[in-house]
C-alpha cells in the first residue's frame, strides 16, 4: 500500500508541476479538483433545470421531446443537454482523480476519514444520477440500461418478480417504471447535494467555489465541446428489437458489458466489497497519532484566533471554567485535532519576546513547545555567518528544505509553516539571528494542512490576526511554496532571497514582487504569456476531448448483427402443496358469519421446474422456488439467450406440481427469428400455457409436430 501511494504520488507531483508552470499555482487544476466537482454539480444543475422544462415525460413523448430540444433549439436547448451531459460526465472524471489523489497525498488518515469516508456513498449517487439520467431519453442506449439494470437488479434476488419483466416486449412496457426513475433522477442529486454538504462539514472554510478563470475556462471548454459535438439521442427505443452496437458512455456505464461476462450477484459483490474496502482505507495500516494540541488556561485569553485559524475544526470557544476574568476558553477536541500546529502560529502569547516566567503559550503541541522552538532559533543563529544569513522555516511536505542547510542557511522544520507565529520572525529579524527569513511550505493552495500557506501570506500582509509587526521589513522574509519534488525550485528561491539581501545591504534591492506589505517572493523564470496560454488551451482541448470522446466511443457491440434474443419469462404459482378443502356445513355453522370462507387452503407451493430446447438441444433447465415468507407466492422466471437468426423450433415444458416426472404443461413452436428481434416465450396459465412472441408472432407460428 505504502509503494502504491508513494508511486501514484510521484505522478501525481510530476502533473501538478507540470500544470502548475502552465495555470500558475492558484490555478492548478489539479489542486482544484473539490472545488471543480462543485462547479459541475452547479452545472448539471442548471443545464438539468433547463432540459427538464421541455422533457415530456411519457414513455412515448420523452425520445421525441429531447430530440425536438436537440433540433430546433439547438442554440440553447441543445447546447443545455450536451452541457448536462458533458460536465456530468467530467463530474466523473474529476471525482475520481480527486479521490485518488487524496489517497496518493495521504489524505484520508486520521480525522481526515471523515471526508474519505463520506465520499463513498458520493460516488454511488453518483453513479445512480447518470444511470437513472440515460434511462429518460428513452432511445436504444437507455432501452439497454432499462433492461441490463433490472436485469442486474433482479440478481440480488429481492424482488418477488423480476422487475426486467417491465420490459420485455412492447406489450408489457408500462409507465410505471418510467415514472419511477423520472423521481429518482431528481431526488437522486438532491440527496447528492446533501451528502456533498455533509462531505466538507469537518473542514473549516472549506473551498466550494473554483478560481474565477478556471471557472471560465472550464465552463468555456464545455460549451465549446457541446457545440462541436452536440449530444444528441440514439434510435428511438422498441423492446421488440434489441439494439447491435451502442453508443456507450463509457464513464458512467463502463460496467454493464461486465454483466455478460459474469453473473450480476458476482459484480453486486465486487463493487460492495470494493466500497467497503474503500471505506477502510484510511485505517490501513493503523494511522499513529502525535500528540494533540493542548490549551494552558493560564495562558489563554479567549481570543478566538486559534478556533477561527484551525483548518479542522478542532477547537471550540466555551464558557470559561477557571474563573478568570475572560468570557471565553479554547478546548481542542482531541478526535479532530491533526497536530499542524497552526494554532500555534495564530495565539497571540506564543511570542519569543516574552520574559517574565517561563515562556508557555496558550496553546501549545506538546512534543514542539515554543520555548523550545525560540532555542533552536537562537542555536540556528549561532550556526550561521556570512554577510547574508537565512534562517529557512520548513515544512515536513516542503521541496526537502533540509537540503539547504550551509555556513549561511539554518533550516528549522516545523509540522506546518503555518504554526510559527509572526513574532518568531520578528525576534529572528529585530535580534539579528539572521539577515532574513524565508517561509518554505509545501505547494501554494494546495497546503497539506490546508491553510498553512494562506494565513502565513495573511500575516505578514497585515491580513489577519496575529500580524506581523509593521516594524518588519517585508524586504527581508521571503516565503516559497514547492511541492516535493521541486527542490530545484526552492534551491533557486534561496539563491535570489540570498541576491537580493546582498543588495539590500549594498544599497540596491531588487524590486518587490507584490504592492503593500507581502512577503518577498523570488521572481522565479516561468513560461511566457504566450506559451502559458496555448497550454491551458491545449489542457482544456485534451481533457473535453477525452469527455467527448468517452461519452460515447468506441461503440460497444450487444448482439452480433445476425442474431436475434430470446428471452423465457413468466411468473407463475405452482400448485398447493395439499389441495385446498372445502368446509364442511357444520365448521361453517360454527364460524361467525363474517370469517366464513368456503375452502380452508395450507400456505406453501410447489417449486415450478422448467426446460426450454431450442431445435433439440437443451438450452434451460431450472427449478423455480416459490416467493413470499411462507413459500406461497408465484415463481418467477427471467432468462435472455442470444440465438442466431433464422428458422428454429422451440420445445417448452412446465411442471409445477411437485411431481418427479412428467410435466403439467407442454408447447412447441416453429418460429422465424428476424435478426436483432427480441422473441418472448412467456407462460400464461389461464391463456392455456406456453405462448411465443407476441400474440400476432405466435398466432403466426406453426406448432411443431
Ligand atoms: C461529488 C463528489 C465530490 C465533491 C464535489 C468533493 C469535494 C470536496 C471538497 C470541496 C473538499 C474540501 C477541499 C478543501 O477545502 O480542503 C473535499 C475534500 C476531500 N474529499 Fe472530496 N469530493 C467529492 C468526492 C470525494 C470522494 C469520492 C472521495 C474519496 C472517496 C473524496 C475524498 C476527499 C477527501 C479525503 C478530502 C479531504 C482532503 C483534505 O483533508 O485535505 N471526495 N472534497
Ligand atoms: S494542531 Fe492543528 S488541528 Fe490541532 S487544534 Fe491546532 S490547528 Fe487544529
Ligand atoms: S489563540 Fe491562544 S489565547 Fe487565543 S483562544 Fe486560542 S489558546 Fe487562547
Not at 20 to 48: D, K
Amino acid at each position: 500500500m505504502g509503494a502504491l501511494k508513494k508511486g501514484l504520488r510521484a505522478v501525481f507531483l510530476r502533473i501538478e508541476a507540470a500544470l502548475e508552470s502552465v495555470f500558475g499555482a492558484r490555478h492548478n487544476p489539479l489542486t482544484q479538483l473539490g472545488t471543480l466537482g462543485w462547479f459541475l454539480f452547479w452545472i448539471v444543475t442548471v443545464s438539468g433545470i433547463y432540459v427538464y422544462i421541455f422533457f415530456d415525460t411519457g414513455v412515448t413523448q420523452a425520445w421525441e421531446s429531447l430530440d425536438r430540444l436537440s433540433r430546433e433549439q439547438w442554440y440553447l436547448g441543445g447546447l443545455m443537454r450536451s452541457l448536462h451531459r458533458y460536465a456530468s460526465d467530467a463530474l466523473v472524471v474529476v471525482v475520481l482523480v480527486h479521490a485518488l489523489r487524496e489517497f496518493a497525498m495521504d489524505r484520508m488518515r486520521g480525522n481526515r476519514w471523515f471526508p474519505w469516508v463520506t465520499g463513498i456513498p458520493l460516488l454511488w449517487f453518483l453513479y445512480a444520477c447518470g444511470i437513472t439520467g440515460y434511462w429518460l431519453v428513452w432511445d436504444q442506449l437507455a432501452q439497454y440500461v432499462a433492461v441490463a439494470t433490472t436485469e442486474w437488479l433482479d440478481s440480488i434476488g429481492i424482488f418477488a418478480e423480476p422487475i426486467a419483466r417491465n420490459f420485455l416486449d412492447s406489450e408489457r412496457l408500462s409507465g410505471r417504471f418510467f415514472t419511477l426513475i423520472i423521481y429518482m433522477h431528481i431526488a437522486l442529486p438532491l440527496m447528492m447535494l446533501l451528502a456533498m454538504w455533509i462531505h466538507i462539514q469537518r473542514h473549516a472554510h472549506a473551498r466550494v467555489n473554483p478560481p474565477r478563470a478556471l471557472a471560465v475556462g472550464t465552463l468555456g471548454a464545455l460549451i465549446a465541446l457541446s457545440f462541436v459535438w452536440p449530444a444528441m439521442s440514439q434510435a428511438p427505443a422498441d423492446l421488440d428489437r434489441a439494439p447491435f452496437s451502442l453508443g456507450l458512455d463509457w464513464f458512467y456505464l463502463a460496467v454493464y458489458p461486465l454483466l455478460e461476462r459474469m453473473d450480476g450477484s458476482t459484480l453486486w459483490l465486487l463493487l460492495v466489497g470494493g466500497s467497503v474496502l474503500l471505506t477502510l482505507l484510511p485505517w490501513l495500516p493503523p494511522f499513529r497519532k502525535p500528540p494533540v494540541a493542548r490549551v494552558d488556561l493560564g495562558n489563554c485569553n479567549g481570543c478566538t484566533r486559534c478556533f477561527a485559524d484551525c483548518p479542522f475544526g478542532a477547537i471550540n470557544m466555551m464558557k470559561r471554567t477557571d474563573g478568570l476574568a475572560f468570557e471565553q476558553e479554547a478546548r481542542v477536541d482531541p478526535d479532530l485535532c491533526m497536530s499542524c500546529g497552526i494554532c500555534v502560529g495564530a495565539c497571540p502569547t506564543a511570542t519569543p519576546f516574552r520574559r517574565v516566567g517561563d515562556l508557555s503559550a496558550g496553546i501549545e503541541l506538546p512534543d514542539r513547545s515554543v520555548a523550545h522552538l525560540r532555542d533552536e532559533v537562537v542555536a540556528a543563529s549561532a550556526a550561521i555567518s556570512g554577510d547574508a544569513r537565512v534562517i529557512v522555516f520548513g515544512c515536513h511536505h516542503d521541496a526537502d528544505s533540509t537540503g539547504l542547510v550551509d555556513t549561511g542557511t539554518a533550516v528549522i522544520r516545523l509540522p506546518c509553516v503555518g504554526m510559527l507565529p509572526p513574532s518568531f520572525v520578528d525576534f529572528v529579524l529585530s535580534r539579528r539571528h539572521a539577515d532574513g527569513v524565508l517561509l518554505s511550505g509545501c505547494s501554494g493552495h494546495d497546503c497539506f494542512e490546508r491553510l498553512g500557506d494562506q494565513w502565513t501570506e495573511q500575516r505578514i500582509a497585515n491580513e489577519r490576526d496575529p500580524n506581523l509587526r509593521a516594524r518588519v521589513s517585508r524586504d527581508r522574509v521571503a516565503v516559497a511554496w514547492n511541492n516535493p519534488i521541486r527542490q530545484d525550485a526552492l534551491r533557486e528561491a534561496l539563491a535570489q532571497f540570498r541576491a537580493h539581501l546582498h543588495g539590500l545591504a549594498a544599497g540596491n534591492p531588487t524590486p518587490q514582487s507584490a504592492p503593500g506589505p507581502a512577503a518577498w517572493r523570488a521572481p522565479l523564470r516561468g513560461l511566457p504569456a504566450p506559451a502559458r496560454y496555448t497550454g491551458q488551451a491545449l489542457v482544456y482541448a485534451l481533457v473535453v476531448g477525452f469527455v467527448g470522446f468517452f461519452a460515447t466511443q468506441p461503440a460497444y457491440t450487444y448482439l452480433a448483427d445476425d442474431h436475434a434474443l430470446l428471452k423465457l419469462s413468466f411468473s407463475h404459482a405452482g400448485q398447493p402443496l395439499k389441495p385446498c378443502r372445502r368446509y364442511t356445513h357444520e365448521e361453517l355453522t360454527n364460524t361467525r358469519f363474517s370469517e366464513r370462507s368456503a375452502t380452508s387452503c395450507e400456505r406453501g407451493r410447489w417449486p415450478v421446474y422448467v426446460e426450454l430446447d431450442l431445435d433439440g438441444e437443451p438450452v434451460y433447465r431450472a427449478t423455480h422456488e416459490p416467493a413470499g415468507l411462507w413459500n406461497d407466492g408465484p415463481s418467477a422466471v427471467y432468462a435472455r439467450f442470444e440465438v442466431p437468426a433464422g428458422r428454429h423450433r422451440l420445445d417448452a415444458r412446465l411442471r409445477d406440481n411437485g411431481a418427479d416426472q412428467g410435466f403439467t404443461f407442454t408447447a412447441s413452436r416453429i418460429v422465424e427469428l428476424q435478426p436483432g428481434q427480441n422473441f418472448v416465450v412467456d407462460f400464461r396459465a389461464v391463456e392455456g400455457g406456453f405462448t411465443f412472441g407476441l400474440p400476432a408472432q405466435d398466432a403466426a407460428g406453426q406448432e411443431a409436430p
